[in-house]
């Protein structure tokens, strides 16, 4: 049975910066992309940044050069660090896992990101 354990949420100041982590488990399939998805209030789930297992990445334009992904490949996991955190920034994270073509498709539980003065 396939795992995601996210990490690293909270509460912080605009400006701030927060690190999320995700670790996978319990898939028997090849992981090709790790990626980290965001739900406001009121707002549709929109993709943040995505990596995939040879390191290419993509980013939201709100987040270019302020958010930046890694994965630990033989490890499974993948990371979000966020960087001069916006008000904007506010949504529970979601981790998301994907074989190459999509057969497999895997949702962490959500990790709650406040940025808040």
């Known amino acids: 049975q396939v795992q995601l354990v996210e990490s690293g949420g909270g509460l912080v100041q605009p400006g701030g910066s927060l690190r999320l982590s995700c670790a996978a488990s319990g898939s028997d399939f090849v992981i090709y992309t790790m990626g980290w998805y965001r739900q406001a209030p009121g707002k549709e789930r929109e993709l943040v940044a995505v990596i995939t297992s040879g390191g290419s990445t993509n980013y939201v334009e709100a987040v270019k050069g302020r958010f930046a992904i890694s994965r630990e490949n033989v490890e499974n996991t993948v990371y979000l660090q966020m960087n001069s955190l916006k008000t904007e920034d506010t949504a529970v994270y979601y981790c998301?896992?994907?074989?190459?073509?999509?057969?497999?498709?895997?949702w962490g539980q959500g990790t709650q990101v406040t940025v808040s003065s």
């Open positions: 998301n896992i994907r074989s190459k073509f999509g057969a497999y498709n895997y």
